[in-house]
């Protein structure tokens, strides 16, 4: 069955360092999503991207944050200069067709920041 | 503000023995009600999605409803291979994004 994959699994990094977030989607799908989990608490969205645009992102996904897809496949999450705080699960995820669909998510980047 | 609120949080179960898991939303205009299993340290997996009051929906031993205030995924029989994190999560029209609960963590034993 097809999957989404994440790269890479755990990424430990120091507070204002960069890091890159890497996801392939499923390769029919259209529309990408990041969400994030701290732990113990809920999943919360991000963002979405359709088209090669971000068509809706929350309060988090401020200016450190960025999302890209550099090529056919590749999906990827941003964080410009890393805080305690987004210490998290992110989780990318896709559908084929948007809203109301339902979404597959890949196995998550443990970001420690530190 | 639309919000999601699951109970209870946690749940053990012997096995066989069944029940129900609850999710209580508030959402400006529902779209789609969706139920996610999550295993620890996975990214959440789709089970069902839900549109609108007296839909219902059933995969193996698990079978959710949904009224206008609430969705309930009932397990009938459970087995240990059904513990996990069952994440309740709502989409409001207008929007691309779920807004999900906190979960309601199962544990079924031998």
């Known amino acids: 069955e097809p999957e989404v994959t994440q790269t890479p699994s755990h990424q430990v990094t120091q507070m204002g360092q960069e890091v890159i977030l890497r996801c392939v989607p499923i390769?029919?799908?259209?529309?990408f999503y990041w969400y994030r989990q701290i732990l113990g608490q809920k999943v919360e969205f991000l963002v979405s991207?359709?088209?090669?645009?971000?068509?809706?992102k929350s309060e988090i996904f401020d200016d450190q944050f960025s999302v890209e897809r550099p090529d056919g496949s590749n999906f990827t999450l941003k964080i410009r200069s890393t805080k305690l705080e987004d210490s998290a699960m992110y989780f990318c995820?896709?559908?084929?067709?948007?809203?109301?669909?339902?979404?597959?998510f890949g196995s998550g980047t443990q970001l420690s920041v530190l | 503000e639309d919000q999601v609120t699951q109970s209870p949080e946690a749940l053990r179960l012997q096995e066989g023995e069944s029940s129900s898991l609850n999710c209580s939303y508030t959402?400006?205009?529902?779209?789609?009600l969706f139920w996610y299993r999550q295993d620890p340290g996975k990214g959440p997996e789709f089970l069902f999605t839900?549109?609108?009051a007296g839909e219902e929906k059933e995969k193996e031993r698990l079978k959710a409803t949904l009224t206008k205030k609430e969705s309930f995924l009932h397990i009938t029989a459970p087995k240990p291979e059904d513990s996990a994190t069952y994440l309740c999560?709502?989409?409001?029209?207008?929007?691309?994004?779920?807004?999900f609960g906190t979960g309601t963590r199962l544990q079924v034993f031998p």
């Open positions: 995820a896709s559908c084929v067709a948007g809203v109301g669909e339902k979404l597959f």
């Open positions: 390769s029919n799908h259209l529309y």
């Open positions: 991207f359709y088209n090669n645009e971000i068509s809706e």
């Open positions: 839900l549109y609108s």
């Open positions: 959402v400006s205009g529902l779209r789609g």
């Open positions: 999560a709502v989409q409001a029209y207008n929007t691309d994004k779920l807004i």
